[in-house]
């Protein structure tokens, strides 16, 4: 009886030793392995800050200061050089009513855009330092498209800068109301780059007649220098502060359109109404 009675104790001690083991080892195993889901977390969470920090670096703007300053102001302030160049050529048109060989690209691109730019920069986080200047430009550019048109000496067929300008402008619109941020930034921003190099590049379209006639009547000096400034202007700020190649590289197309134009200027003279009608005198 005692042996039976010792052997049922024994059993039973080794089966209550057998259990606390087992959920033991099973205690063990939840601990390790939510020490490594806990261990995965951290990585995680490090990596991703790693990255944020990296992202954030990424965007820092390359200068600060001063040149910071420089960069964020002298971009609104050239625009305006710009949209006020054409001005001049503009009031001549309107003196002789007639754009004579004018080219019509660089006026209706204008106003395309200002439109197309203002949009950006709404989708961009409202970033005045674009929104801004760019108004202004659609402004301006409106005037003097409706200008030209009024004037308009028939050597170009307006129809296809009309119908053009209109597409430009209305899908912008809708890119910008109906897509998302990102989306919407990289559509309107390939948009924008090619707007802005035929804008910019737009008194280039006479460049074949200037050479042929030895004549830059057709090429404003206003506007080749205001192309100059305003785009290096923009190319610092693309490429120095926002490290947006939206901005910088239709910007740096500009920067040589202008170069052309000057140079073409310096090799023929800068056209005088005047001298030539002496001359032909």
């Known amino acids: 009886m005692f042996i039976s009675l010792t052997r049922s104790s024994f059993r039973r001690g080794y089966r209550g030793r057998t259990i606390r083991q087992n959920l033991l080892n099973r205690y ?13 977390i951290t990585k995680r969470s490090a990596s991703t800050t790693a ?16 040149a910071l300053t420089f960069f964020q102001v002298s971009p609104v302030l050239a625009c305006q050089a710009l949209w006020a160049a054409p001005y001049p050529t503009i009031s001549d048109v309107r003196r002789k009513k007639s754009t004579g060989g004018l080219p019509p690209l660089p006026y209706f ?28 430009g659609f402004i301006a550019g409106g005037y003097y498209t409706s200008q030209f048109a009024t004037h308009s000496s028939g050597e170009y067929n307006l129809k296809p800068y009309y119908v053009g300008a209109a597409a430009l402008m209305g899908t912008t619109g809708l890119v910008g109301a109906l897509l998302d941020q990102a989306t919407a930034q990289n559509a309107i921003g390939l948009i924008g780059c090619g707007v802005v190099v035929a804008m910019l590049g737009g008194p280039l379209q006479v460049m074949k007649k200037v050479i042929d006639e030895k004549s830059t009547k057709d090429l404003p ?60 005198d």
Not at 28 to 40: F, G, I, M, R, T
Not at 52 to 62: D, E, F, H, Q, R
Not at 112 to 131: M, Q, S
């Open 221 to 280: 000096l206003p506007m080749a220098v205001a192309t100059v400034v305003n785009s290096c202007c923009w190319l610092g700020f693309g490429s120095l502060v926002v490290h947006d190649p939206y901005v910088w590289a239709p910007n740096l197309i500009g920067v040589t359109s202008g170069v052309v134009q000057l140079g073409l200027i310096a090799k023929y003279g800068i056209h005088n109404d005047e001298k030539a009608t002496t001359g032909k």
């Open 51 to 66: 990255m944020t920090v990296a992202l954030s670096a990424a965007k820092a703007p390359l200068v600060s200061g001063a």
């Open 28 to 40: 063990v195993n939840l601990y390790q392995a939510s020490n490594d889901e806990d261990l995965k």
């Open 109 to 136: 691109s204008m106003f395309a855009n200002g439109f197309l730019w203002v949009v950006y920069g709404c989708v961009c986080d409202f970033n005045p330092t674009i929104i801004i200047p760019n108004f202004v």
